[in-house]
């Protein structure tokens, strides 16, 4: 069985945001950039999966500038076979998934995290799979191969689903999937820069979106004490201040 | 000049910082006061490559360069010292000592396991009354013809309980003075070892330090080190690689209490505003980011000199000197930053300031940097 897992370069979930160019573009001066955490643990679980004989190749791929290869052999590090970038500005889901689907129809299980947390789009793999024509299964977590049987949990309203499906498919991995992403060993940090990892150019693909401007939330409103004894008070700043009620 | 990292480098750096941010950091408080040996991070970090560090991989070692090691270094000692003492002794003092000096036959059996982290290390030359006088060994190592017989005291030994390879300094020909002096592999479970109790320390309380007693310990000839009579010049070749281990290690105290610090006075309000805004914590602040970064700076040229083979004894005594002192008075000041929360074991940096004095005791005393310091200004 070959896995593909899509890696996500993202800024680290501690990057302050700003924006630039009239807001219409996120500020990546200084930005310290790190895998996607949910596509991380996709990979963590494809490299258990592969200690445990399963599991045939681990390739890791992403569309984007050199600048996102740094991510890519981190992914090498942590235990993936092959890494393949696809050279182009990712420009929206749609743009990303076109450029995947060169790719991935090679493999028995691409595995995409649920999101992506700098855009939160949620709309590659969904999108990746239907420009396939693959299954794609959505809120996994949970991942077994058992005699060549991919069998999958998915999380559902109130509960959990224990489905097998036949390959290719496509899985959109969340939460759960792996306890804790995988820190690379220093062995597999020094063969990072061993293995291949394979430059492919952008094909044609239309954009479907563009962006508008972007805002930041308001800022947290500071936190008003009252005392325990004032519920009058209390109750006064939940109706008129906080609109609570 | 280049003081740019490598990506292998930031990568190293930032698996020590994962594994100490959400391992290390569950345990610290408890191991702590229990005094108990970090058993399972140590199977984790070997696991990761972190016991052989600078090993060759021929050796079943890691093969990463000493800069790696100051970051990686750096960034386990701001959680857990007691853990990076461990990495320390095993890694810059007992796997260096023996890639560096050992024969074929003693890598192989002895440091493949040290640097897999399958067997832990320690270095035993400290004595009751030879610490920074280390010239003047009284455990006698007598030639018996077919093998050597070890007896005497060494004192203040890290890991020694959960050390299976000894290093030890003893003296061969007392008529020669410290050219008497030989080192010497011996296996910890050897007949005639016996253990002073577990030291109760001030500070890295979950490392375990052990006296160890000499009592007719029959060692091969071949576990040897060196030509006869190189055991102080080897001893202190050693310690000059691992004073760059403690000057990192004196480091990563010295900014995790600092990171500590400054999160704290950006959340801690007094006399209406965060107490960051008042100039008497912000100063406080520059001052210690100050000598963090001088200490960094030091560390990582003895480790750029190390790595490129020139001599590197001033400056690892240098950056063992000062990284000490200021994690001395980082944490002392980090510790005041938070008033009386600082106090209390809860909020780390009163463990970070008893972690921090050890820095200027052991591997060599501050006292005794300034001798290696000054004698080699004098010597030119």
């Known amino acids: 069985m070959k896995i593909l897992v899509l890696i996500s370069n993202v800024p680290d979930t501690t990057t302050k945001?700003?924006?630039v160019d009239n807001n219409k573009a996120f500020d990546t001066s200084g930005v310290q950039w790190i895998i996607n955490p949910w596509d991380e643990l996709a990979l963590t679980r494809a490299v258990e999966l592969k200690e445990a004989g399963g599991v045939e190749t681990i390739t890791v791929a992403n569309v984007g500038e050199s600048i996102t290869e740094p991510t890519l052999r981190k992914a090498l590090a942590v235990g993936a076979d092959d890494a393949i970038r696809i050279d182009t500005t990712p420009k929206d889901a749609f743009y990303?998934?076109?450029?995947?689907?060169?790719?991935a129809k090679d493999f028995d299980v691409i595995m995409v995290g649920i999101e992506a947390s700098d855009y939160n789009g949620s709309a590659v793999g969904g999108m990746l799979a239907e420009l396939l024509n693959f299954n794609s299964v959505s809120a996994v977590s949970g991942m077994n191969i058992e005699n060549g049987q991919l069998s999958l949990t998915r999380e559902i309203d109130g509960g959990q689903q224990k489905i097998s499906v036949k390959t290719p498919v496509v899985t959109i991995v969340q939460k759960g999937i792996a306890i804790d992403p995988r820190i690379p060993a220093m062995r597999g940090i020094m063969m990072a820069r061993k293995k291949p990892l394979t430059v492919l150019p952008a094909v044609e693909a239309g954009e479907k979106t563009s962006y508008v401007n972007f805002e930041l939330p308001p800022p947290k409103a500071a936190c008003k004490m009252v005392d325990e004894d004032n519920v009058k008070e209390l109750v006064r700043l939940l109706q008129e201040e906080a609109k609570a009620f | 000049m280049n003081f740019e990292f490598t990506e292998e480098q930031l990568m190293i750096k930032q698996a020590a910082k994962d594994y100490a941010e959400r391992e290390l950091i569950q345990d610290v408080l408890e191991r702590d006061a229990k005094a108990e040996f970090p058993t399972r991070h140590i199977k984790n970090l070997a696991e990761l490559g972190f016991m052989g560090m600078m090993v060759d991989p021929k050796y079943d070692g890691s093969g990463m360069d000493t800069v790696s090691y100051?970051?990686?270094?750096?960034?386990?000692?701001?959680?857990?010292?007691?853990?990076?003492?461990?990495?320390?002794v095993n890694n810059s003092l007992?796997?260096?000592?023996?890639q560096k000096f050992g024969t074929e036959a003693q890598k192989e059996k002895y440091l493949k396991p040290l640097a897999r982290g399958e067997h832990i290390g320690?270095?035993?030359?400290?004595?009751?009354?030879?610490?920074?006088?280390?010239?003047?060994?009284?455990?006698?190592?007598?030639?018996?013809?077919?093998?050597?017989?070890?007896?005497g005291t060494k004192n203040w030994i890290t890991s020694g309980n959960s050390a299976t390879t000894y290093i030890v300094m003893a003296q061969t020909y007392p008529d020669k003075g410290y050219r008497g002096i030989n080192a010497f592999i011996?296996?910890?479970?050897?007949p005639g070892i016996t253990l002073g109790p577990h030291e109760d320390k001030m500070g890295m309380r979950s490392s375990d330090t052990h006296s160890v007693m000499f009592s007719d310990v029959k060692v091969p000839k071949e576990n040897k080190i060196g030509e006869d009579g190189f055991g102080y010049k080897f001893a202190m070749k050693a310690l000059e690689a691992g004073r760059i281990g403690i000057a990192s290690q004196a480091l990563g105290i010295a900014s995790g209490a600092f990171e500590r610090a400054l999160a704290y006075s950006k959340e801690r309000k007094a006399f209406g505003t965060e107490i960051a805004n008042h100039q008497a914590i912000a100063f406080k602040l520059a001052d210690m980011a100050v000598k963090i970064e001088n200490a960094r700076n030091l560390c990582l040229k003895a480790a750029w000199l190390k790595d490129h083979n020139k001599p590197f004894a001033f400056e690892s005594a240098m950056a063992k000197l000062y990284a000490s002192d200021i994690a001395m008075e980082v944490t002392t000041e980090a510790v005041q930053i938070h008033g009386g929360y600082g106090y209390v074991k809860e909020y780390h940096v009163e463990r970070l300031m008893r972690e921090a004095k050890l820095t200027q005791i052991y591997e060599g005393t501050s006292e005794v940097q300034k001798i290696v310091i000054s004698r080699s200004l004098l010597r030119e």
Do not use: W
């Open chain 2, 186 to 190: 011996v296996e910890r479970n050897s």
């Open chain 2, 122 to 151: 320690a270095f035993l030359l400290s004595e009751p009354e030879a610490g920074s006088d280390a010239m003047h060994q009284h455990t006698r190592a007598e030639d018996m013809g077919d093998h050597y017989l070890l007896n």
């Open chain 1, 96 to 103: 990303v998934a076109s450029q995947l689907a060169q790719i």
């Open chain 1, 17 to 19: 945001i700003r924006f």
């Open chain 2, 94 to 98: 007992v796997c260096y000592g023996l």
């Open chain 2, 70 to 88: 100051v970051l990686a270094m750096e960034e386990l000692s701001k959680i857990d010292s007691s853990t990076s003492v461990i990495i320390s």
